[in-house]
């Protein structure tokens, strides 16, 4: 810790990590005449955020009071309580729903970034505060023109496999839809998209990378622009692995930078923003052992939880360490990451079995959930990790299914995608082929059936939530979420219990101070994002719950360090 020791730089704000919520404290401390510098691990600058969905789900917003919304702040905290972990203090919720529709303001009026609110309903509507019309979700849904990033584009971290076309096109939200229902004349918005992307010229023999910034890009880029606006440096390559502490407050840090330790002072605090520790196998071996599988999150590969461990080094204590934002993830043989599910669960022809050829689950919930049921379920008697998703041939020409591309035939997807895809003229074939009960399977397929004809599944109730039906397909009646599996020939795909990052971490109070073992704030430290313990406790209440706390606590994190009243400042 070497405190006394000169400074090598000394900032008023010192932020590690350049996700989503590092960078808006950064602007926002910038914004309020800090000195401000951002240390990055990485190469590229961004994070998982980046390569995110860019939806934050943010309570009460003006955009919902604009569509003619009337939410409530009561019953979002109602909402986020009857969801919310019991270690999560009530003022900690009441401090993010109170902040969360500022915050937002804030980003609005201060960057070109362009969020609008959504009718994606709550991941648990049906409970008291929850809103099946949705409106608390918010994507950014103007692109960001990546030209003006200059030179930082080429170090921006790229979309995720997961959320792009053939892993390298940038889509719009809305171009989702297009491309997964495919109304008519859909091939023209196909054609425009492949137009924009591949009229790019001088970037297409410089990168597969997409300069036309949407989602996560879409946000991060957004927001470097306003920190280079702003004349905010942002260092790569700077590992943060240390911090300095001087009469019980943190005064700075130790990173390297080009093969050389740097003491950097930070005379208002530092802002720990470095993600959670999906990518720690030691980590994870010790608070998710069941779990263990680093390729299987979706989180970006640099957070290996170094700022929890330094944190944790000088005294701070931490809440939910065993908690992941779950989620059912592909797992594509030579990928240091695991692919996001979030549609085709819920589209209709397919299910998910377990190693015994059973359906054990609502396959449209949320990923959360069903990540959660996934790893909870996983039994010696029958496995769930993985488990198979198995459609047939309609649905392998109608819809996506992750990598698997639909009218396209097989032999032209990816060999590693083929390598993983099992194919069969019989249920019965199939079943012999991913090692599962050949009979069990059939019998699980022909209940199924049953339903699907009905519109009605009694086991798992699929399609009968407000969130099930966002992503079912609302061609098919009665129930957009069910069709029966029947034509050959039949597919059988394995899922996996992942994540998306992990969200236990360092506690912290209402103004993401980081806390002691007795409740004490360690001055001078903050903590937002997946380095903190999660306002939403092991839950995850709408679509963009993982980065509407982290920008919202990096906001009222940066207002308090450079001395802004928490509402009613009026930013200079
Ligand atoms: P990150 O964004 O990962 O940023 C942490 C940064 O810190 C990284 O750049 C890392 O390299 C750096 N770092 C790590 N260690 C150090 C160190 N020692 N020194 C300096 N820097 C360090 N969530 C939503 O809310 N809405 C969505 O729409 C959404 N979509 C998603 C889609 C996909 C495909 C995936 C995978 C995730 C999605 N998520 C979404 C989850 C969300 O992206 C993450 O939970 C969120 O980005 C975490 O933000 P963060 O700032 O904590 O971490």
Redesign the pocket.
Known sequence: MMAGAPWDKEVDVLV???????LLAALVASHNHADVLV????N??????????????IPCSDQAKAAGVDDDPEQAFKYIRELSATNVPDSSIKAFVAAAPEMLRWVTANTTIHFDAFPYPDYHAELPGGRKDGFRTH?PTEPIDGRLLGKDMQSL?P?????SLFGKINWQFTETYMLLFRPRLWWLGLLRMLWRYYSDIGQRFRSDKDRFLT??NAL?GGLRLALNKAGVPLWLD????ELVVSNGKVTGAI?TRKGKAMRIGARKGVVL????FEHSAKLREEHIPLQPVTSR???????????II?ATAIGAATRNMHST?A?PVFSVPGED????V?IERALPGCIMVNQAGIRYLNEAASYHIVGQQMAASNKPEARTDPSWVVFDHDFRHKYPMGPVIPLMPDWLQAGAVRSILHKASTIEELAAQIGIDGTALAATVKRFNEYAATGDDPDFHRGDAAYDRMYGDPRQTPNPCLAPIVKAPFYAFPIYAGD??T?GGLVTDDFARVLDAKGKVIDGLYA?????ASVMGESYPG????????MTF?YVAARHMTGANQTGHKDG
Not at 159 to 163: F, G, I, M, P, R
Not at 337 to 340: D, E, I, P, V
Not at 528 to 532: K, L, P
């Open positions: 590690i990590g350049s996700g989503a919520g590092g240390v990055e691990k990485s590229l600058w961004g994070g998982t955020s980046a390569t995110s969905g860019g939806g934050i789900w994507m971290r979309t995720s496999l997961a959320v989602l996560g991060l700077a590992p943060m692995i990173i923003a470095a993600g959670g999150s979706g989180g970006q590969v640099n957070n290996t939880g170094d700022s330094a934002w989620a990451r695991g692919r996001l979030t998306i990052g969200n937002v994002g997946n380095n903190a679509a963009g719950s993982t980065l509407g706390p982290s990096g």
